[in-house]
């Protein structure tokens, strides 16, 4: 089995690195890369940025306004993100709520719920109960 990137991947990683090293913003960089405490502020203006660009929901399918990336994609995505000292996506929004909605709502909620969840403009929380 041939382990390494093809020609396409490592185009593909330079194309990521160069995105998110001229977007990604320096204070919030400063503070991943210093462990420094990253407020909501921090996270949202990450999550817009990749909003803006598609990426925010960066498993998506093309068919829900993600970019259909292959797994292959998506790691090297995320490996480019934190080699850059971006925070990892909070993932309520994009990871968690959405497949759900893309798999059982209705079209209308698809519509309704899915493109803030892409922008970053709606931060979603998780909440269970446990009986008794």
Not at 6 to 23: K, P, Y
């Amino acid at each position: 089995m041939d382990l390494r990137f093809t020609d396409d991947e490592l185009a593909f990683r330079d194309t990521i690195r160069h995105w998110v090293r001229s977007h990604l913003p320096a204070d919030i960089s400063h503070k991943v890369h210093n462990a420094l405490r990253l407020s909501k502020d921090d996270l949202q203006r990450w999550a817009r940025i990749l909003g803006a660009q598609g990426w925010h929901g960066w498993a998506w399918p093309k068919e829900f306004g993600g970019p259909g990336w292959t797994a292959v994609q998506r790691h090297l995505f995320e490996e480019e993100c934190a080699l850059a000292g971006a925070p990892r996506v909070v993932p309520f929004g994009p990871v968690m709520v959405a497949p759900v909605i893309m798999a059982f709502g209705s079209k209308a909620q698809q519509e309704r719920f899915l493109p803030g969840i892409m922008r970053g403009d709606v931060w979603w929380s998780q909440g269970y109960s446990e009986p008794g």
